[in-house]
């Protein structure tokens, strides 16, 4: 049997978000995985680390009954590394978050959280591969997403506007199968 071609793997991953700011909570989920050929030496990436983390606390401390939605695109530099069935690299990737406030409408409170605007956002990272079998690979990531989006919160006496540090470990594993 050939072996075969390897231009574009699909999958999915499972990863967690750990916030370093006290108002904001963790987040876990699953994303879809994109792999492509593994290169030894420098080349162009792309990066993605869409995460959902709740804010848990407004500028007077109380709950601030919402979830702020980070959607960074990002593009940079990788340095990757492939022997045989493993394939690693290091990657720095930099560009804009899209940001947005998901409101729990269920419930009404001071100091909520109404509104994020979008950010500059970067992240270093590392990933390692595993082809398990010819057309499905494991894959181990890591990396720390630094974004600093401005959040609008509102009470029935004022309107606060001030920027959290959203800054993330993310952490995850994911397995993808070559489609072509």
Known sequence: MAEPRRL???GVS???ARSQASELGDAS???MVLRLPARNGWGPTVGFSWTTL???SGPSGVAALARLRLRPVMAGVLYGYARGRWAA????VGGYSFNSVVVDQREAGPGRAIAAAGSLAWRPSVTVWYDVGPRLGLEAFAGY???RPRVTFASDDAIVRRRL???ALI???GLAYWVF
């Open 89 to 92: 690299s290091a990657s720095l």
């Open 165 to 167: 540090r959203a800054d």
């Open 145 to 147: 997403l630094v974004t």
């Open 14 to 16: 499972l990863s967690t």
């Open 29 to 31: 989920g699953i994303g």
């Open 8 to 10: 574009v793997g699909l």
């Open 171 to 173: 952490l995850g594993v």
């Open 54 to 56: 709740d804010v848990t």
